[in-house]
């Protein structure tokens, strides 16, 4: 099981994702936060196929791309990244390593 705290920064919410395996190579999803867009996003993203979701080159892109485009009205919402990543490392496509971005200005 992989597992995400997401702080995103000035709407001040967090979010925990926890990302585990299921049959067939899927990887379910767990969605908790304190956003009412990702409340929204965390009711239909809730199983995802990971070699669907590293990669732009898929005919239709990542599902949670395209849900989060649905319902999340800022395009730099770090959820996005930390979603993925999770599902990224509960698949072992990924290292289980920190992310992180420093704004300054």
Known sequence: MATAKIFAGNCNFTTYVTASNESEGMVHLTIESECP???????????VNPFNEISFHSEHGPQIMNVMRQSC?????????????AVEVEA???LPTNISI???S
């Open 37 to 47: 867009h990702i409340q929204k996003i965390a009711e239909e993203l809730t199983r």
């Open 92 to 94: 072992g496509l990924a």
């Open 102 to 104: 420093e704004l300054e």
């Open 73 to 85: 009205p800022h395009a730099s919402c770090p959820v996005f990244s930390g979603i993925i990543r």
